[in-house]
């Protein structure tokens, strides 16, 4: 990230790529968690048994964990019906999320590649030149840059564009 940003401004870059993922991330969870718990009411509406009162059909519809309490307390006739209709509604609710998270990651993948075929590479260098204090002129003499090259020999040598090496 510091290659985009330099040096001085990686902790910024960092910092902001790091609130941007906790913050996607919440806003995702938000929203599939809303989608599926709409689906997962709406589908467990439809499918509670008769005979169920509303505070008990509140009960349920608020949660699968609600409805699975709800149906230990329930009579032989209802339990049934009523686990496998929170079933089938949590499932429900889970694939509609699934279908939503996908389409939407599909969707941004789409947007950033047509983004990003407009952004030119920025050019590459050869070498990276690292400058120094001491590279600073003296008594007019001539400033030397100092070139940072792979050496096959050593982790890293310095050569000077004069041709003396150092490092």
Known sequence: MHDLWGKKRAGEASGLSETGTELGGALGIALLGSIATAVYRSQLTDALPAGLTPHDADTARSTLAGAAQLAKRLPDHLDAPLLKGARDAFTQGLHVAAIVSAALAITLAVIAATVLRRVQPAPEAETDTVSSKN????????RTE???????GAATKWEVRDGHSGS
């Open 135 to 142: 590279d600073q002129p003296r008594n007019g003499a001539a």
């Open 146 to 152: 100092r070139t940072m090259r792979p050496d096959p």
